[in-house]
């Protein structure tokens, strides 16, 4: 079956704009996290979603926002970019109790 | 609050050794405890978990990991090591909690060098 699909894969913003972010989980998975990974400070936790609510946020400002569709499928925005925004921003699909499978990622840089 | 640590930046080990990258957590209860593979570029891929039961858990690849509650840790390893595992390695861990809501929480990964 078809993995975690994230669109795009690579993205250039100009600082203060704004960009989203999309993922497709797994069929049938209905919880999707995302993660902002940098070399310094690895994985953080931003959000998850499970079936169209909002569960779990981790302690980004409220630039960073997110949501899931109907389908499962989520997207996350974030406005007015800053230069600290560029990363590689991770989307997970899971089945509750088991681990997370996750997509290649979004590589965003802020210029 | 669960954390998890990976006291290692990095590890080397030759080909043909036996390999362990090491993780301990902290949770309130019994954690769900993970292994996951990062090659460049790349999202990370499940390697294996532990949820209950047996305490060795066999993975993918060959790796397996030995969950030892008393020592809270979770060390990953592998009886001979090859150069493609050559990777960066990420712990986690969830404390099942509530209902099963706790995010996921990763360590700061370890650098897993195999010298030919």
């Known amino acids: 079956k078809a993995g975690v699909t994230q669109t795009p894969r690579y993205l250039i913003k100009t600082r203060g704009q704004q960009v989203t972010l999309s993922c497709s989980p797994i069929?049938?998975?209905?919880?999707v996290s995302w993660y902002q990974q940098t070399p310094g400070q690895g994985l953080q936790f931003l959000f998850e979603y499970f079936s169209e609510t909002q569960r779990n946020k981790g302690n980004f400002p409220g630039r960073f926002s997110g949501r899931q569709f109907s389908n499962s499928r989520s997207e996350m925005n974030v406005s007015t970019l800053e230069l600290g925004d560029s990363a590689l921003y991770l989307c997970a699909s899971s089945l509750d109790r088991d681990g997370y499978t996750f997509g290649s990622g979004t590589r965003l840089t802020v210029v | 609050a669960q954390s998890v640590a990976q006291p290692e930046d990095q590890v080397n080990v030759a080909e043909g050794n036996p390999l362990t990258v090491k993780c301990t957590y902290s949770?309130?209860?019994?954690?769900?405890l993970f292994w996951y593979v990062q090659y460049p570029n790349r999202g990370l891929q499940f390697l294996l978990k532990?949820?209950?039961?047996?305490?060795l858990v066999k993975g993918s690849y060959g790796f397996e990991a030995e969950f030892n509650k008393s020592q809270t840790s979770f060390h990953l390893k592998k009886p001979s090591a090859l150069v493609s595992d050559s990777a960066l390695y990420f712990c986690a861990v969830r404390d099942p909690g509530s209902g099963g809501y706790q995010k996921v929480t990763f360590g700061i990964g370890t650098k897993l060098q195999v010298i030919p």
């Open positions: 532990y949820i209950t039961g047996d305490n």
């Open positions: 949770v309130s209860g019994n954690p769900y």
């Open positions: 069929s049938g998975h209905r919880s």
